[in-house]
């Protein structure tokens, strides 16, 4: 499952309770990749020190009281990863190739073994490709930037609506457009607009999906 503010956080969190799987966050590795860079103040260009951070990082995708939350290097970061400097710089960090390759062996790593629910923009094209399921969720900018700012209300995040739909564009632009594992939808996805859809006619379509499938393989 792919865009910002498409409704992947929430859709996921909830399929995945319905259906006993678990969710993985991956766009969650990469802002935590981001805000370590912010936080050692390091830019894009640096290479090396990129790879120094990569190979004594930690992040870890935890589930405590209900809440899916991030630590980096031990520290809960959930909240910083959601913050403006890190939604500015996270889209360009993620066309490096060093941290693509970190994070992909980390995502599958996270997931070995185990039934997930995985979303990001590159799960059906590249980290699973062979996936059983695969859903590309969508939804206008415009859209997608009102659920931004209301998500961010309820978190206490303050944003303006302009300004987060021109994040969402910009981002939109960077990831679609990038060498490695651009943004876009894998051959064999399920396409779903969700822009006049709520929360709960885009979960049950999805599990509705994944039901379907599941019943297909006992057959
Ligand atoms: O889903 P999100 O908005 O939290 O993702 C943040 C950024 O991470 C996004 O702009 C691009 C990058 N990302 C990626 O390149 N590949 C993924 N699988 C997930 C996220």
Same mark, same amino acid.
Request: charged residues 35%; hydrophobic residues 35%; glycine residues 6%.
């Given at each position: 499952?792919?865009?910002?503010?498409?409704?992947?956080?929430?859709?996921?969190k909830q399929v995945g309770e319905k259906l006993g799987l678990i969710n993985i966050d991956t766009?969650?590795?990469?802002?935590?990749?981001?805000?370590?860079?912010?936080?050692?103040?390091?830019?894009?260009?640096?290479?090396?020190?990129?790879?120094?951070?990569?190979?004594?990082?930690?992040?870890?995708?935890?589930?405590?009281?209900?809440?899916?939350?991030?630590?980096?290097?031990?520290?809960?970061?959930?909240?910083?990863?959601?913050?403006?400097?890190?939604?500015?710089? %996270?889209?360009?960090?993620?066309?490096?190739?060093?941290?693509?390759?970190?994070?992909?062996?980390?995502?599958?790593?996270?997931?070995?073994?185990?039934?997930?629910?995985?979303?990001?923009?590159?799960?059906?094209?590249?980290?699973?490709?062979?996936?059983?399921?695969?859903?590309y969720l969508d939804a206008t900018p415009e859209e997608r930037a009102r659920r931004r700012v209301l998500q961010n209300n309820e978190k206490g995040i303050k944003t303006t609506y302009e300004e %987060?739909?021109?994040?969402?564009?910009?981002?939109?632009?960077?990831?679609?457009?990038?060498?490695?594992?651009?943004?876009?939808?894998?051959?064999?996805?399920?396409?779903?607009?969700?822009?006049?859809?709520?929360?709960?006619?885009?979960?049950?379509?999805?599990?509705?999906?994944?039901?379907?499938?599941?019943?297909?393989?006992?057959?």
């Amino acid at each position: 499952m792919d865009l910002p503010g498409s409704g992947k956080g929430t859709i996921t969190k909830q399929v995945g309770e319905k259906l006993g799987l678990i969710n993985i966050d991956t766009g969650a590795t990469f802002r935590a990749v981001t805000l370590a860079m912010l936080k050692q103040n390091i830019k894009a260009t640096e290479t090396e020190k990129i790879e120094e951070l990569l190979e004594n990082i930690s992040i870890e995708l935890r589930k405590e009281e209900n809440e899916q939350k991030v630590f980096l290097n031990g520290e809960d970061v959930s909240l910083q990863i959601r913050e403006k400097p890190v939604n500015d710089f %996270v889209s360009k960090v993620s066309t490096l190739k060093i941290v693509r390759d970190k994070l992909l062996k980390l995502q599958r790593k996270i997931a070995e073994g185990k039934n997930v629910i995985m979303e990001g923009r590159d799960i059906g094209t590249t980290v699973f490709p062979n996936a059983n399921v695969k859903i590309y969720l969508d939804a206008t900018p415009e859209e997608r930037a009102r659920r931004r700012v209301l998500q961010n209300n309820e978190k206490g995040i303050k944003t303006t609506y302009e300004e %987060v739909l021109e994040n969402v564009k910009t981002r939109d632009k960077i990831d679609s457009s990038r060498e490695i594992a651009p943004l876009k939808k894998a051959e064999d996805a399920i396409y779903i607009d969700s822009t006049n859809m709520s929360i709960l006619e885009v979960v049950e379509k999805i599990c509705k999906i994944i039901e379907e499938h599941r019943k297909e393989e006992k057959d």
